[in-house]
């Protein structure tokens, strides 16, 4: 069996747990751990094609699998446009770094959710689309200016502290804080202790800590991922993350945000193969309103090792690319 195979194998198996899950959900009583606490530990995937915002050819939040399947695209054409966008055109002998189509793991299906497809991550506002101000955009673009410099410095080749935050491998084109289904390495761990929970990421292998039962704490810097505080609500893990470093909010990876986000996560198992997960983003800085979003985890095959900074090539051919440049120049 080959990678491909396997992936779409997992992805029909995650759409049959999912259903499964349904069945199990109305009289479903979620196990504890020794400390009375819903157990939410294991390795759960948020791979999805659903898009965070509704696009326009859908006009609902649900649609049933009839037409999930008659207006979605075919995974091989989108990973054919992966393939060939922009750096990443495999068939261009310009080229020297695309990505083979076996590196991605987007997904076959639309979130299921109780039975139905949703059509989009936000579920308020109702519109599926994210409440931005009139001046949010402007605003977000002076993030990135303040914090890297950027048009003028971000993206230079002087030295590696010009290069985008991914090229350092310091942080990837996912969404951890709220998680949001990206290009492949869609896989999270829940380990859960009495005063502490971690999330875990696969992508960046990023660790979020969570103190349970604890305030924020009142600190002189900004924590990478964030300032997280949890607690249990009835079934239900809820997690409060604030205090977001500039840096990662700047980076331009995930949800736009400023460093005044205040991010509550709900994690709720409402099956022996499902986990429910929700978020809402409070940024008066760039929106109209707080707003959520909705989508299920179903178990993983497993963490695999994100290991980006080994043998990091793209990064010292990026910096001789620019010497070379440079020397021709003269």
Partial sequence: MNLQTSRVTAALCSVLFSTAAISQQGNYVAPTLDFGVPDLQGVWSYETRTSLQRPEHYTEL?????SMLAT???????????????TNRQNDPANVGGYSPEYFSIGDSLALID???????????????????EQGFAIRRQQGQEVFGFPDSLGRSDGSE????????LKAFSSSTPFLSSVYNNNMQIVQSPEHVVLLVEMVHDARIVKIDQEHKDLPYHKWGGDSVGYYEDDSLVVVTKNFNPWEI????????????VLT??????????????FTIDDPTLYTQPWSGEMPMVPSQGMYEYA?????????????GARRLESEED
């Fill in 62 to 66: 649900e649609i049933d699998e009839e």
């Fill in 72 to 86: 979605l695209e075919p995974t091989d054409v989108i990973l054919d446009d992966y393939q060939n966008f922009g």
């Fill in 115 to 133: 039975g139905k497809y949703r059509t989009s991550i936000i579920v308020d506002p109702p519109d599926g689309q994210i409440p931005w101000r």
């Fill in 162 to 169: 010009g290069r985008p935050l991914s090229d350092r491998c």
């Fill in 250 to 261: 700047a980076s331009g990876f995930g949800v736009s945000a400023s460093t005044n986000m």
């Fill in 265 to 278: 996560e709900r994690f709720r198992r409402v099956g022996d193969a499902e986990l429910r997960y929700s």
């Fill in 308 to 320: 980006c900074h080994e043998g990091n090539h793209a990064l010292p051919g990026i910096l001789a």
